[in-house]
C-alpha cells in the first residue's frame, strides 16, 4: 500500500484505558449485543470518542461511565491500526486504537481503589460466565492472561509484564 492510500484512510478512533494502580489492572466485561471486541469477555476499558473530544478526555470518559473511577491519561502507550467493528455501528471499518495509560487521579473514591470496596477479579470471576461483574481490579497475571482475547499490542503486554515483575516499591 502506497503512503497516500495509508493517509487518505478515515479511521474511527477507540481511546483505551490501561488503568493501573500497584499491581493491580482494571478490566471491564464486554456487553453481549454490543459492539466490543469480545462481547462477554474482560478486556481494558474503551470506547468511541464523541465530536469535539479528544481521546484524552474520551478514556477519562469511558472509564468513568463503565466504572466510576476517575483517571488521568498519563501518557499512551501504543498505537494499533486495524479492522473492527466501528463502536457504534458495529460495521466494520479502519480503527486507531490508542492506548493510553492511565492512573487513578486524587479525587477518586478509595472504596473504587485496590484494596477498598472495589469489585477484585481473581482467576474464579475471570472465567466465570455466569458472573454479573462488569468491572473490577486483577493481578497482573490474571489480567494478562484475560487479555488474551482483547485487542492489546505487544508494547502494552511488555510494559504490563514489566510492571508485574518490578520490585516492590519502599518507603522514599
Known amino acids: 500500500m502506497r503512503r497516500s492510500q495509508i493517509m487518505s484512510r478515515r479511521y474511527c478512533v477507540i481511546p483505551r484505558a490501561v488503568v493501573v494502580a500497584g499491581d493491580r489492572l482494571v478490566l ?3 456487553e453481549p449485543g454490543r459492539y466490543a471486541p469480545s462481547a462477554g469477555r474482560w478486556h481494558l ?6 465530536e469535539g473530544e479528544s481521546p484524552q478526555h474520551a478514556v477519562r470518559r469511558l472509564v468513568q461511565d463503565r466504572t466510576k473511577l476517575e483517571v488521568e491519561p498519563a501518557g499512551c502507550l501504543d498505537v494499533l491500526a486495524r479492522r ?3 463502536p457504534t ?4 471499518t479502519p480503527l486507531l486504537h490508542v492506548f493510553f495509560l492511565c492512573n487513578p487521579s486524587s479525587g477518586c473514591p478509595p472504596a473504587l481503589l485496590p484494596g477498598g470496596r472495589g ?3 481473581g482467576i474464579a470471576a475471570l472465567e466465570d460466565a455466569a458472573s454479573r ?3 473490577g ?3 497482573l497475571e490474571s489480567g494478562l492472561a484475560a487479555l488474551r482475547h ?3 499490542t505487544p508494547a502494552v503486554v511488555r510494559y504490563l509484564e514489566r510492571v508485574r515483575t518490578a520490585p516492590p516499591e519502599g518507603p522514599r
Open 28 to 30: 471491564v466485561r464486554g
Open 45 to 50: 476499558p474503551g470506547g468511541d470518542v464523541a
Open 84 to 86: 473492527g467493528p466501528d
Open 89 to 92: 455501528t458495529g460495521r466494520q
Open 119 to 121: 469489585p477484585e477479579l
Open 133 to 135: 461483574l462488569s468491572w
Open 137 to 139: 481490579w486483577t493481578d
Open 150 to 152: 482483547d485487542v492489546v
